[in-house]
């Protein structure tokens, strides 16, 4: 069993920025599969970034204002995000594949004001 704690939401305004953090209960140093998801009020999850064999992906909507990092010694993987729009408004969740099974953290509010 895994165990996904993410931390750092909250209410900002447009054009700032916000670091989540998601903690693991295990080792992450071969989790191949690790990332971010959100999911806003109406719509369905979507893929924000994830570590994939080691490569780092991003949707579209967010390439050059989110950055996605892992810092193995504390199973920590953090996702920093810079020029927040309303858009980005939704719940961050954290995910990870391990043994062939998905494990996904509570998740956080992100809530960005025009």
């Known amino acids: 069993q895994v165990q996904l704690v993410e931390s750092g939401g909250g209410l900002v305004q447009a054009g700032g920025s916000l670091r989540l953090s998601c903690a693991a209960s295990?080792?992450?140093?071969?989790?191949?599969?690790m990332g971010w998801y959100r999911q806003a009020p109406g719509k369905q999850r979507e893929l924000v970034a994830v570590?994939?064999?080691?490569?780092?992906n991003y949707a579209d909507s967010v390439k050059g204002r989110f950055t996605i990092s892992r810092d193995n010694a504390k199973n920590t993987v953090y996702l920093q995000m810079n020029s927040l729009k309303p858009e980005d408004t939704a719940v961050y969740s954290c995910?990870?594949?391990?043994?062939?099974?998905?494990?996904w953290g509570q998740g956080t509010q992100v809530t960005v004001s025009s």
């Open positions: 295990v080792s992450i140093f071969s989790i191949n599969g």
């Open positions: 570590f994939i064999s080691g490569s780092r």
């Open positions: 995910a990870a594949s391990v043994g062939g099974h998905n494990y």
